[in-house]
């Protein structure tokens, strides 16, 4: 089973500067979907930024970005030019490629973001 | 905008009660899902539909059960609620095949007495 592994319960970042969050994961799959999940304090979870396994290119939302390292089955994200909308909670997960029944997400645990300003 | 409902934002149940905690969507998703979330465990996937009376059991489906009757509405279902299932539950969907992006609800914070 796929296991996703986020390290740091909790960050904090000055507004303006630069922030990255740490995912790890465990697959023995080669096509497989990574996303972030941000959970503001009013709960609604939304998607921040996805990350197809078979691109090279990392994927870039705005001031998000990830760095996707597949050998080392790393996915973190970089939030640039931090605001205090981005405080938040951030989710990793894990989606392996298929249809109907095998269209599930395995979550991390969450990293707790603070934007100090 | 696709939006996705869930019945209450805060509940506050007792030990042995049947609790129903109901989703809507609006966007004709063929799949929905119910998850747990706890501090230091993230999400975590209870059960899930891909169709109208169809279900398939999650990570963590015991005890609890779901309904699907209709495309828009699923229900989790805490048959006999237990302190340990005090959380909170969010539901999501997504439209089938290849498309993956899941849209969630507000969640709902269960406390069981």
């Known amino acids: 089973a796929q296991t996703v592994t986020q390290s740091q319960p909790e960050m904090s970042v000055q507004e303006a500067e630069t922030v990255t969050l740490s995912c790890t994961y465990d697959?023995?799959?080669?096509?497989?979907?990574l996303f972030w999940y941000k959970q503001p304090p009013s709960r609604q979870m939304i998607l921040v930024i996805r990350?197809?396994?078979?691109?090279?290119q990392n994927a870039t939302e705005n001031r998000f970005s990830v760095n996707f390292q597949k050998a080392a089955k790393s996915f973190s994200l970089k939030i640039s030019d931090s605001q205090l909308g981005d405080a938040a909670m951030y989710f990793c997960?894990?989606?392996?490629?298929?249809?109907?029944?095998?269209?599930?997400?395995?979550f991390g645990q969450g990293t707790r973001l603070t934007i100090n300003p | 905008d696709v939006k996705v409902t869930q019945s209450s934002r805060y509940l506050v149940k007792r030990t042995g009660e049947k609790v129903f905690l109901e989703c809507v969507q609006d966007?004709?998703?063929?799949?929905m899902f119910w998850y747990r979330q706890d501090p230091g465990l993230g999400l975590r996937l209870i059960y899930f539909?891909?169709?109208?009376?169809?279900?398939e059991k999650g990570d963590i489906p015991e005890g609890y059960s779901v309904s699907r009757e209709k495309k828009e509405r699923f229900s989790l279902i805490l048959e006999s609620a237990s302190t340990n299932q005090t959380s909170m539950y969010l539901c999501?969907?997504?439209?089938?095949?290849?498309?993956?992006?899941?849209?969630f609800g507000p969640g709902t914070r269960l406390t069981v007495t």
């Open positions: 999501a969907s997504t439209v089938g095949g290849l498309v993956y992006e899941q849209y």
């Open positions: 697959t023995s799959e080669s096509d497989y979907y």
């Open positions: 990350q197809e396994a078979y691109k090279q």
């Open positions: 997960a894990y989606r392996s490629e298929g249809i109907q029944g095998a269209q599930k997400l395995v």
């Open positions: 966007m004709d998703h063929e799949n």
């Open positions: 539909s891909y169709d109208v009376k169809m279900k």
